[in-house]
């Protein structure tokens, strides 16, 4: 391995370590870290110690999903596999299912303006925009972008389908005061970036998100609703993410791409792929 593509894995492992502790209670077992979340939010994983020196062996791979399952918590180990080769036949072992996704930084020489990654006939009425924490409709508009993602996720893939504005609808769950508060905070401090994009006729039809740690960013649940794929939707929010996060100082911006198709989206942002991360769980993840 070249030494700047080890430099580029060492600063993506760091981010993963870092980004869970402010809001996590962090348990060791061996060479596996687990990180607990306090109070709401989406689970963290648990991930090999940084320091550890060694894989985790298939014992601390078996007792850390006890220790979950024990908390109440998914059952879920991520890692990059380049630099941990040797835990995905451990995981296997222990009978996990492994997504090995593309894992891809952005060369900023190569991000494109946003509006160019759409349709001809999207770009004159498509807008993109970035949550502020000062909005009035903050709370509708994070629970827009869950409801984008629930609903995106729920059928993998690249491809079109009928799922559309009316199933984002039915996803909606209305966010308390403290989820509100929360979300506010962290994109006023400028550890988390939020977008929408949508058409004012049919509402938000594409989400994403990014999380910063110093100058470190990545840009993580990217949505299209399944009836409005095929648009550019999914990479202009993308696009739009990359260009705040450079405009505010990020030195490096990556992602994980569900699948090679998925990738192929991400290569028009300007990402190129250095690594594969691993996503282990009980049951298969689908891209």
Do not use: K
């Not at 080890?6 to 809001?23: G, H, I, K, T």
């Not at 007792?63 to 991520?78: F, M, N």
């Not at 508060?181 to 970036?193: H, M, P, Q, V």
Request: proline share 8%.
């Amino acid at each position: 391995m070249d030494s700047e593509r080890s430099d580029l894995l060492n600063r993506l492992e760091r981010f993963y370590d870092v980004l869970p502790r402010d809001a996590a209670r962090v348990e060791d077992h061996g060479a596996l870290v687990l990180f607990v979340r306090e109070g709401a939010g989406w689970p963290f994983y648990a991930r090999p110690h940084p320091t550890a020196g060694r894989s985790p062996s298939l014992a601390e791979v078996t007792r850390v999903r006890a220790r979950q399952r024990e908390l109440g918590l998914p059952e879920a180990l991520e890692w990059v596999h380049d630099l941990n080769p040797d835990l995905l036949p451990v995981a296997r072992s222990a009978g996990l299912a492994v997504l090995e996704a593309p894992l891809m930084v952005l060369d900023p020489a190569a991000l494109p303006d946003p509006a160019s990654l759409l349709r001809p006939e999207d770009a004159a009425h498509v807008s993109v925009r970035l949550l502020d924490p000062t909005d009035d409709d903050l709370g509708a508009a994070v629970a827009a972008r869950r409801a984008v993602a629930a609903v995106g996720f729920g059928a993998p893939g690249t491809g079109r389908s009928e799922a559309g504005p009316a199933d984002r609808d039915a996803a909606m769950i209305e966010l308390d005061e403290a989820a509100v508060d929360e979300e506010r905070a962290s994109i006023a401090n400028g550890s988390r970036l939020s977008a929408l994009a949508g058409t004012p006729a049919d509402g938000p039809l594409a989400s994403g998100m990014a999380m910063r740690v110093d100058d470190v960013a990545e840009i993580a649940g990217v949505a299209t609703l399944p009836s409005a794929r095929r648009r550019g939707l999914g990479a202009a929010i993308t696009a739009t993410l990359a260009h705040a996060l450079l405009a505010d100082g990020t030195d490096l911006v990556f992602l994980s791409a569900g699948s090679e198709d998925i990738a192929r989206v991400y290569l028009r942002v300007g990402f190129r792929r250095i690594g594969t991360a691993c996503v282990a769980s009980p049951t298969p993840l689908h891209p």
